[in-house]
């Protein structure tokens, strides 16, 4: 019954790879989002989906690019992984009325 | 834009003692305010929140206060709890289309 998933919950890669962070939402929610957390624990949005449509594109590098199949999934592919791309990375939902539903996060670490 | 600021980042609190975490926002147009907490290992979890035509919310050991005029809204947490040691952050905003800021968070350690 897990409402917002995400996997892997840990990723570990070279420097110059290309990877995935998959999201899946069974709330039927129409927003979606993507969070980069870092070691200071500060919380910062990169995107927010609504129906499949981009509405918000924070300033982040165009390496990172998501998509949205559907409105229960919205996937992040990050190009040519630097260092500095290392943390944790959450997918959120939303209804629109303010609440946000946060997954797991996956932890990045690019060595 | 949205300019969030909380205080403080850390607090530290004997078990059965309160604590106050404050939240101050910039955009008059921000209608809803909520509080969400972050255990170790997980995802930002909403505790309360509350909206712009109410000034107060309480719910069992928690309470949010709302003052618009000063643009700022604070969560309460009475009688603390081992279980209330975590990450706190606010997050205020106007809809769910705008840009979300979240505050800088803060570490509440609950001493026993």
């Known amino acids: 019954d897990t409402a917002v998933s995400q996997t892997p919950k840990y990723l570990v890669t070279q420097m110059g790879n290309d990877k995935s962070i998959k999201c899946e939402q069974n709330?039927?929610?129409?927003?979606m989002y993507w969070y980069k957390q870092d070691s200071k624990k500060f919380l910062k949005i990169m995107f927010s989906?609504?129906?499949?449509?981009?509405?918000i594109n924070e300033t982040v590098p165009n390496r990172f690019s998501p998509k949205s199949p559907d409105k229960a999934h919205l996937n992040l592919h990050i190009n040519s992984l630097e260092l500095g791309d290392s943390a944790v990375y959450f997918c959120?939902?939303?209804?629109?009325?303010?609440?946000?539903?946060f997954g797991p996060g996956t932890r990045l670490t690019v060595l | 834009g949205e300019n969030v600021e909380q205080h403080p980042s850390t607090l530290s609190v004997q078990e059965g003692d309160s604590a106050v975490i404050k939240c101050t926002y910039s955009?008059?147009?921000?209608?809803?305010f909520p509080w969400y907490k972050q255990e170790l290992g997980k995802g930002p979890q909403l505790i309360i929140d509350?909206?712009?035509?109410?000034g107060e919310k309480k719910d069992q050991r928690i309470a949010v206060t709302l003052n618009k005029t000063a643009k700022h809204f604070s969560l309460h947490i009475t009688e603390t709890q081992p279980e209330d040691s975590a990450v706190y952050f606010c997050?205020?905003?106007?809809?769910?289309?705008?840009?979300?800021?979240f505050g800088s968070g803060t570490r509440l350690s609950i001493r026993p």
């Open positions: 509350i909206r712009s035509n109410v």
């Open positions: 709330l039927g929610h129409d927003t």
């Open positions: 955009d008059s147009a921000s209608n809803y």
């Open positions: 997050a205020p905003q106007y809809s769910s289309a705008s840009k979300i800021i």
């Open positions: 959120a939902s939303s209804t629109g009325n303010g609440e946000q539903f």
């Open positions: 989906y609504n129906n499949k449509e981009l509405i």
